[in-house]
């Protein structure tokens, strides 16, 4: 079974900072993509960033360009995120995504983690 495990949520002041990780356990055999994504109270939730298996940054949503990197250290099956100057508007839940495959003859399958609150006060 396999299980992500975001941490490093919290309350922030605005232009603060913040670093969330999520460690992947289980019976791992690779990690494809990782993503980290954010749901506001209200609002859909949306990708913020994305790395690829090699460790590249391929996304950032518009929002956080220039103050959010994404980061993975694969020997550790873990991804980051570094959150710089912090805005009200970036209060919301944030939950990492993985596309993760359990064994060399399966395919790659979707896992989320649990969650992870973050809030930004003015």
């Known amino acids: 079974q396999v299980q992500l495990v975001e941490s490093g949520g919290g309350l922030a002041q605005a232009g603060g900072s913040l670093r969330l990780s999520c460690a992947a356990s289980g019976s791992i055999f690779s990690i494809n993509s990782m993503g980290w994504y954010r749901q506001a109270p209200g609002k859909q939730r949306e990708l913020v960033a994305s790395?690829?298996?090699?460790?590249?940054?391929?996304y950032y949503v518009d929002s956080v360009k220039g103050r959010f990197t994404i980061s993975r250290a694969n020997a550790k099956n873990t991804v980051y995120l570094q959150m710089n100057s912090l805005k009200p508007e970036d209060t919301a839940v944030y939950y990492c995504n993985g596309g993760i495959i359990i064994g060399a003859s399966y395919f790659p399958k979707d896992y989320w983690g649990q969650g992870t609150q973050v809030t930004v006060s003015s």
């Open positions: 790395i690829t298996s090699g460790g590249s940054p391929n």
